[in-house]
Structures are given as C-alpha cells and as structure tokens.
C-alpha cells in the first residue's frame, strides 16, 4: 500500500474542547498579540478602528469553536496530498 492510501484511511484527528481564539497571522507574536488585545478592548486608542479592520469585525479573542477547528482537519488529507505532491 502507497502511502498516499494509507493517509487516506488513517483516523483524523479530532478537537473535544478548546479556549480562546489564535492570534491573527502577523500579529507580532506573543507581545504583538497582547498589545492587539489591549488596543481593541479600548474604543479610544488611536489605533483601535484600524486594529479592528485588520483583525477583522468579528474577531473575538475569546470565542472559539470546536465545530470550526474539526472542519479544517477534515482538510488534513488534502493538505498532506498537496504536499507529498510538491503543490
């Protein structure tokens, strides 16, 4: 059996629980994601309407969703397929 086969029939991984949503992509890591954080629970920071453009309206620190994290592992084969291919 191809290893592309054996991918295919291997159990995916599954989220059961979680807290917290992820820091947005380039968001200055640990530091720059505490400071984003800062800035948008203060409506008059001068940089909070452009903060919350960039992290996006909905963006929620708190909120996670475990129906949401199991919808991109369902994605996990393809990932891996795209991978071993070379993209």
């Not at 008059?44 to 475990?66: L, M, Q, Y």
């Amino acid at each position: 059996m191809d290893q592309t086969n054996h991918i295919k029939q291997a159990p995916l991984p599954i989220v059961i629980s979680g807290d917290n949503a992820c820091p947005p992509e380039d968001c200055g890591g640990i530091h720059g994601y505490k400071d984003l954080i800062d800035i948008l629970k203060d409506p008059k920071h001068c940089e909070h309407r452009e903060s919350k453009v960039w992290a996006g309206r909905n963006f929620n620190p708190v909120e996670f969703s475990v129906d949401e994290c199991n919808a991109e592992l369902k994605k996990l084969p393809r990932y891996i397929k795209e991978y071993e291919k070379g993209f």
